[in-house]
């Protein structure tokens, strides 16, 4: 996560930087900053605002992990859009003014002339040569009683990039042909993403967040390929038993046990019978020993049922009473 927070960064500091290579150097730094930020202002906070919004949607995935991370990740980029606002522009304005002023941008110091390198000491050409606004290429001319100021480059200072952009790849983007081109691959681009919706499956498989060589992500593999659903069997048992009488509720809780020891069943932890949850229910009433005692008196424990199954509704219909009153 820090490394894209750090990218989304980077990424704000270029276009602020190179809308602020693009203005004039003679300008104030106010007008400087003006013109920078109403090219570099919107690319910002659109990409912010949108990366934002990407990550708070992804902070809704049932993933605890994933939801963490996109939550952290969505509030990280807000923080760094309004450092970048704030904190790095002013450090731009500043360093706008030690540039205004013919300072070095890192010592500070007034810059040296170039003119005059080749005689200049080792600490002048590392602390005190810097480029300066040239104010020597303007024309002052006099319109309706006020002065404008108009920059008249001698040379193209344009970087190579620029000049590619500018001169040969713009040119391009505007005829008719690329045009239509583009416009037809838009309108493939925005066919294949609905088709591609519609066939997208929701979900998560357990296994991408496991290493191959994990021995968990071969349990994980199988567990998938034979269980792919958890199973919960009901199983009905013809000719119960009375589960008051001791013998026959020995007879009944080995041939349980059978069950639940048998390769297919998860153990008796998985195991939901309305008599664990009555000997539960006996002992939080807390009754010492009511449980133990209670398994041996036939009458007790079918009167103490009744009342059990009353205040329980997920086991009502597991145990049927005859007229006397027993199983």
């Not at 912010?48 to 809704?60: C, K, N, R, Y």
């Not at 049922?305 to 086991?315: E, P, S, V």
Request: proline share 4%.
């Amino acid at each position: 996560m820090p490394y894209i927070v750090l990218a989304i960064g980077i990424d704000d500091m270029f276009l602020i930087v190179a809308a602020w290579r693009a203005t004039d150097r003679i300008a104030s730094v106010p007008d400087r900053m003006q013109r920078a930020m109403t090219h570099a202002g919107v690319s910002v906070s659109m990409t912010s605002a949108t990366d934002a919004l990407s990550f708070f949607i992804g902070s809704m995935a049932p993933l605890p992990a994933v939801t963490q991370f996109c939550l952290y990740a969505a509030i990280a980029i807000c923080f760094n859009y309004l450092y970048t606002m704030t904190i790095f522009l002013a450090i731009v304005a500043l360093q706008g003014r030690w540039e205004e002023g013919n300072r070095h941008c890192i010592t500070g110091q007034v810059t040296a002339s170039d003119e005059n390198i080749s005689e200049a000491t080792h600490y002048v050409r590392l602390f005190m040569i810097g480029s300066r606004p040239k104010k020597s290429n303007s024309m002052v001319l006099n319109v309706d009683s006020r002065r404008r100021v108009l920059a008249v480059s001698a040379t193209d200072s344009r970087q190579w990039y620029q000049k590619f952009f500018e001169d040969y790849f713009a040119p391009i983007l505007t005829k008719t042909t690329t045009k239509l081109l583009v416009f037809a691959l838009f309108v493939i681009y925005l066919v294949v993403s609905i088709l591609g919706i519609t066939q997208l499956n929701i979900g998560f498989n357990w296994k991408d967040i496991v290493l191959k060589d994990s021995p968990v992500r071969g349990f994980l593999e199988y567990s998938t390929a034979y269980f792919a659903t958890d199973l919960k069997v009901d199983i009905t048992v013809n000719n119960p038993p009375d589960m008051g009488n001791p013998q026959q509720r020995k007879a009944f809780m080995k041939a349980l046990e059978a069950l639940e020891n048998s390769p297919c069943s998860a153990g008796r932890f998985s195991t939901d019978f309305w008599y664990f949850a009555y000997g539960r229910h006996i002992e939080q009433l807390g009754f010492g020993g009511a449980w133990s005692a209670m398994q041996f008196d036939d009458a007790v424990f079918n009167q103490n049922l009744r009342r059990f199954l009353q205040a329980d509704d997920n086991y009502g219909h597991d145990v049927l009473f005859g007229p006397n009153k027993t199983m």
